[in-house]
């Protein structure tokens, strides 16, 4: 992001970083905030002191106003992640990202193909945080259906244990730390130990799985988005267990789920690893 010459679209200066309206303070907070990524999620005093090049004391001040005015949250072990409220200023702009822009036309097209519900999300802390959702012609959205801008739980939903299967194992682990596993329907898992199991056979498989663990008659597939060499999000199948059960969903969908996110991955300029020039 620029922080010099004009803005084509408001003709207003924005200044550089010698004028003397240029704020070096906010700088280095916006900084912090930037060292916190989907693969690094939590992150310690020292950590951050490292990434901005700000001794431990410094940073540990602009990381504890932060937290006082609601951007960074204070977890297990003195770490810090983001909160909430630093989504809530980038969803409007996150509905109107190349990501959602991209995804849309294929979730469509895979809702139409399918019948049932398709859904784009990413992983923020805990839940997933959903982008975009088209529900199935064969159930009506209800008042308790998540909708853009929603978050669920990322440990029972299928596009939840998706993003967390991708995260480094020292992210994935300080998130799952922070968990609190409670049982929503008798098929939920409860025990991380289990969900640490489940997430690395996922990472293996690549597709994910909700047999009715939020929602007691809701089962889901999900599988992977990439941007560029990173998942960055995911998308979803789901629906009723009265319309299909989640075996057939497993064995007919999944080849359509999986060519639809590898669409919307070479959208966004993923290449696989034998396609790459280096």
């Known amino acids: 992001m620029s922080r010099m010459g004009r803005d084509p679209d408001t003709e207003r200066y924005t200044p550089s970083l010698s004028h003397p309206r240029y704020s070096a303070s906010l700088e280095r907070a916006l900084e912090i905030l930037d060292?916190?990524?989907?693969?690094?999620?939590?992150?310690?005093?020292?950590?951050?002191?490292?990434?901005?090049?700000?001794?431990?004391?410094?940073?540990?001040?602009?990381?504890?106003?932060?937290?006082?005015?609601?951007?960074?949250?204070?977890?297990?072990?003195?770490?810090?992640?983001?909160?909430?409220?630093?989504?809530?200023?980038?969803?409007?702009?996150?509905?109107?990202?190349?990501?959602?822009?991209?995804?849309?036309?294929?979730?469509?097209?895979?809702?139409?193909?399918?019948?049932?519900?398709?859904?784009?999300?990413?992983?923020?802390?805990?839940?997933?945080?959903?982008?975009?959702?088209?529900?199935?012609?064969?159930?009506?959205t209800g008042p308790l259906d998540p909708r853009p801008g929603s978050r669920l739980p990322a440990y029972c939903t299928a596009m939840g244990k998706t993003l967390l299967a991708s995260l480094p194992g020292y992210a994935q682990g300080a998130l799952i730390s922070e968990m609190q596993l409670q049982r929503r329907t008798t098929n939920t898992i409860t025990s991380k130990t289990a969900l640490r199991a489940e997430l690395k056979l996922l990472a293996q498989e690549g597709l994910a799985i909700n047999d009715q663990e939020h929602t007691t008659g809701i089962c889901a597939i999900a599988a992977p988005i990439c941007e560029h060499t990173e998942v960055t999000a995911a998308i979803s199948i789901s629906a009723p267990v009265t319309a299909i059960t989640l075996e057939d969903m497993v064995e007919y969908l999944t080849p359509h789920l999986l060519a639809t996110a590898s669409r919307v991955s070479s959208r966004l300029g993923y290449r696989r690893a034998d396609e790459r020039i280096e």
């Not at 809530?88 to 895979?110: I, K, M, N, V």
């Open 35 to 140: 060292c916190f990524t989907p693969q690094r999620p939590v992150l310690g005093i020292a950590d951050v002191a490292q990434k901005v090049g700000m001794t431990p004391s410094t940073t540990h001040r602009y990381m504890s106003t932060l937290a006082v005015h609601g951007y960074l949250a204070q977890g297990p072990g003195r770490k810090y992640r983001l909160t909430l409220a630093v989504t809530g200023l980038g969803l409007s702009a996150l509905a109107s990202t190349s990501l959602a822009e991209h995804a849309r036309p294929h979730l469509q097209d895979l809702r139409r193909h399918t019948t049932y519900t398709t859904s784009l999300a990413v992983l923020d802390g805990p839940t997933t945080l959903y982008l975009d959702r088209h529900p199935g012609h064969r159930r009506r």
